[in-house]
Structure formats: C-alpha cells, structure tokens
C-alpha cells in the first residue's frame, strides 16, 4: 500500500480525533519545551491528541528524563530519542519516517530548528504525502543579540539559507509572537507575517504575593546567555545597594556566561548581594521576592513575562520585543529604554519604596494572565489552527 493511501486510511479514522506527532530536539528545558508541557496535554479537550518524540544528545538523557516522565504522567505518550552524532538528520529521519509508517500517522508538527530540518528531510525524502507544521520559537541567536541591539542588518549565512528552505518546504509554520512573527517577514524568510498564537500558562500564585516585607529581594529568570542581559542589571546594582543596603538578588538559571558575571560582580564589589541559584522554577522562590527584573534585548515571547503575571509579582523589564507587546508600562509592570543602566536602576528603586504601586501592578497583570495566557486559551487557538487547515468535514469542530 503506498504511503498516500496509509495517510487516507488514516485520516478516516480522525472522525472521533486528530493524532498528531511533535517533534523537537533539545538538550535541557527552556521556553519550547515548557510550550508543550502545557499544551500538549491541554490539546485532548478538544480532540486533538499528541505524542512527542524528544531527540537529545546522549549526554543528556539524565537531565530530560523527569520532563518526559511528567509528560507520559499526563497521558501523553513521550518518547526519548538519544543520538550520538552530529551527523544524526538523515539517520533520524528515517527512524521517524518508520515509526510514523508504523503508527499510521500523516501529520508532524515541530519545533526549533532542528526538528523542523529533520521534518522536511522526512517529506522529502520518506513520507512526501506527511504534513508538516511548525512552531517557531526562535532564530538564530546571534543575530536575535544584534536585531534585539537594533542593528537589523540581515545575515545571509547558512543558517538563513537553511531556514528559508525549511520554511518553503513546510506546510504550515505559526510563531509563538507577533514581534517573531514579523522579524521572519523582515527578513523575507516568510512571504506573509505568519499566524502568530501566543503561550499559555499554569501556575499557581500566592495571594499574598504583593505583602512580601523585609530586606528587600529581587529575581533574574534565564539562561546565562548575552541576549538576557544580566551584565545591565549587575552595573545598576551599585545604585539600588546604595538605597538598600542588604539588598539580594537571586540569579536563576545557567549558561555560559556564569564565570564572566561572577567576575563582573566582583569586579563591582556586588557578588555578596548575588545568589546564582542554577537551573530552578521561579515558582519556588517568588514568594520570597519583591519584584523580577528582566532586562532581555529581544525575546521571542518570552515566558518570563506572563509568569511574573501568573505568580504575581511585578516585573521590570527593558523596552523591546516581544516584551513591549505583554507589558503595559505603568500598568502591568514597567519598562526602561533598552541599555539604559540608570533608568534601569531608578525604576527597581521607585518600585522597591512602594507597596501600593507593586499591588497594583500585580493586580492589572493577573488580571491579563486570566483573560490572555492561559493554557486553555493557548490549546483552544492551536485546535482551530489545526482543524482549519484540516477542513475536511471529518476535521469540523466548533469550539
């Protein structure tokens, strides 16, 4: 039987539900693989059901067991995918193209660059009649530094070349912001603005949140990497410690920068105000906090954002994408112009000294959480993406 009737024969059976094959490739767990852990399990409401296959080096099976035993814990069939080498894309592919065969599923959707390269390698080569959609969560880091900076400048290297392909060969492509979803149709990678649907969330916030007293306590949520700018929040430090003199501020997350910043913050005799806590979830220190600083120069959503929302506690952020489009200034948090250390500095301050001002912020972002970045709302526009693509009558679904 030829691949083309397998997926016909399949799709007759979509009548009760849709069964859809995630794909990604990661080596820990950030902002795509936080996506699906809402949404994946999200997507059953409303008959979509999913199984995700995680490709990772080998070397990091340990640290992405848990995530792939909490996803099989919430019904969803996740399988771990190691590989030992760079060379892994053709190899890869092939495995997939025979479990998809095997399992009778025609539709892959996938995520970060890699997944999406071994998605196209699959209907190019395998599977032609498979079809593909893809989230984009991102793109190439160093050009994200320098468009974030406002050198928009294009780079026509092979990871845009790639990328282009990727993108013309795939059916359907959605990114997770309108500040993404433009950045790919400025760079003319994307022949329209591409759908955008934006993340949703769960998390459970203390009621309490804004009534935290004491020395104060502020929060960095991120990778270690150049584009989260830690080193703008370490220079304002001196100035918030001259007005708060047992001022702490945990550092979550890790990356490759962490040297560089101990050394910096010891270079502005500022390392005794600072905890690198490591890899954790913000959830489990919030409630110590009085606020989060996020002085990222670009975010492709950025998750950081609506959790501040969710676990109400208010954010400071610099002024740029996609930030500028969650944070209402003055409303929901507040926003300095990017780089600016002394703005930086002045508006932690100002919100640090008043009680009232963070309650109401907190109050305005909850607020926007309930009725925007829900996991519900993020499931509910994926379904309809899917099934209005898939407009068969079999597909139909008024949700």
Known sequence: MSFKYIFLAFNKKLQAHLKILHLIYTTGVAGAEKHLLYLLPALKK???HCELLLICPKRNIDDLRQYCEGLNERGIMTTLFPVKSRMFYLTASKKIFRYLK???IGIVHSHLFSADFIAVLIKKLYFRDVII???KHGYEEK???QYGLGNKKVRYNLYY????VIIKITDHNVAVSQALSEMYYFLKLSA????????GI?????SAQAEVKGEPIIIIVGRLYTIKGHNYLFQALPEIIEKFPELKLLVLGEGPLRDELIKQATALNVNHHIEFVGFAPPAKYIHRCQLMVVPSLFESFGLVYIESFALKIPVVAFDVEAGNQIIENNKTGILVPRGNIDMLSKAIIRLL?????RKIIVENAYTKYLSNYTVERMAKETAEWYFSILNDKQFSRSF
């Open 143 to 145: 050009y994200l530094v």
């Open 161 to 164: 070349f790639l990328s282009k």
């Open 192 to 199: 329209t603005r591409m759908k955008y649907i934006h993340h």
């Open 353 to 357: 000294q008043s009680p009232n001002q």
């Open 133 to 135: 959609f893809s989230t």
């Open 46 to 48: 409303f008959d979509v």
């Open 202 to 206: 769960c998390l459970n916030a203390s």
């Open 102 to 104: 095997s399992c009778g």
